[in-house]
């Protein structure tokens, strides 16, 4: 969980912040706010097993 500050960035910004993501094997992925639609959408793409959308007044549980 958390912000990357993707928005605006470029497309080769986006992919490497996915790419690199991927090195380490997250059993989810939640990006805030300030990820931006397009880097939202990317990682909804390239993450589909781990992606979790986060909206407003959202409740996570997460066990061992």
Sequence with gaps: MGGF???GAQPEIINKT???MK????DF???MH???F????AFAREMPK????????AKYSFSA
Excluded at 23 to 26: E, R
Excluded at 38 to 41: K, N
Excluded at 50 to 57: K, M, P, Q, S
């Design 29 to 31: 992925i939640v990006p």
């Design 5 to 7: 500050h993707l928005t």
């Design 23 to 26: 090195v380490i094997a997250p």
């Design 18 to 20: 996915i790419s690199d």
């Design 50 to 57: 781990e992606f979790i959308l986060n909206t407003a007044g």
């Design 38 to 41: 397009e880097a939202q959408a």
């Design 34 to 36: 300030c990820v931006g």
